[in-house]
């Protein structure tokens, strides 16, 4: 196989669907071995049984003890050489003060303790090997509010902060961390953002994209491919807006 990542081995968390999905899709036919992480058994069976090489791993990204399987499903397939932490979750859009304890637990626990876990599994490993990207999905959320998602927005404002972070502190351990905002995008989980699925609803948001419309998993996957690419080896800590011009 040859492409930008032959020989490299990604974890993909969330790559049953969506987004993930696209992003599992396009590493792969780049020549990558892709490790489908979802909580979906079914569907991250479906995806890694298309791309040569790649492994489904079932698994909780907001458990330690499921990162702990997906590091060492992982670590059969390969040395991890590229994480993208994808999977995410959101509320339904509502007043700040009537988002359920259970709602914010569980994207607390999805969108951003995820992300620490997978760290401490994967970081000691890329830094005794001197190399390895990450690229977490962040979102517009984080950077341009929309009323009503306040504590799903908080939290891709909390990944972008943390990609800056981790970027500052294992640029040294030849370590390079990068986001991808998208702006709403065909997937399953737009409805949720949209608080519904008809032409109103699809028409009031595609409204506030410049570019007359949302963003999709093949828009999404070719700019987390850059970021994980070589061509890229100097770019850590970027937010990469995928937004059709929605924040500018
Ligand atoms: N779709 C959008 O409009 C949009 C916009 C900006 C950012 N995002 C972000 O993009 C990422 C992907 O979202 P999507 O739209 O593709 O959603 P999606 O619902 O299509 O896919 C998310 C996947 O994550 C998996 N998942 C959920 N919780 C999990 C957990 N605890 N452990 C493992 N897997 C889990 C789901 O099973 C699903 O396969 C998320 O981080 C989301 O916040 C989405």
């Not at 969330?14 to 987004?19: D, E, L, N, P, V």
């Not at 709602?103 to 607390?108: A, K, L, N, T």
């Not at 770019?235 to 011009?245: A, M």
Request: include cysteine; charged fraction near 20%.
């Amino acid at each position: 196989m040859t492409g930008r990542f032959a020989g490299r081995c990604a974890v993909v968390t969330g790559a049953a669907s969506g987004f993930g999905e696209g992003i599992a899709r396009r590493l792969a036919a780049e020549g990558a071995q892709v490790v489908v992480a979802d909580l979906n058994a079914e569907d991250a069976q479906r995806v890694a049984e298309d791309l040569v090489g790649s492994v489904a791993v079932v698994c909780d990204v907001a458990s330690e003890t499921d990162i702990d399987l997906l590091h060492g499903a992982a670590a059969a397939v390969g040395d991890v050489d590229i994480l993208v932490n994808n999977a995410g979750v959101t509320h339904l859009p509502a007043p700040l003060d009537e988002v359920g304890g259970d709602d914010f637990d569980r994207i607390y626990g999805v969108n951003m303790k995820a992300i620490y876990l997978a760290a401490r599994r994967f970081v000691p490993d890329m830094t005794a090997r001197g190399t390895g990207v990450i690229v977490n999905i962040a979102s517009t959320a984080g950077v341009s509010p929309r009323p009503g998602l306040t504590w799903y927005n908080a939290s891709k404002g909390w990944v972008i902060s943390a990609t800056r972070s981790m970027a500052a502190e294992l640029a040294p351990a030849g370590i390079r961390v990068n986001a991808v905002s998208p702006v709403a995008g065909e997937t399953p989980l737009l409805p949720s953002f949209m608080g519904g699925d008809t032409d109103a609803h699809r028409e009031k948001f595609i409204a506030t994209i410049p570019m007359g419309r949302f963003s999709t998993p093949r828009d999404v996957a070719a700019a987390v491919a850059f970021l994980a690419s070589d061509e890229a080896d100097m770019i850590t800590g970027e937010s990469l807006l995928v937004d059709g011009g929605r924040c500018i």
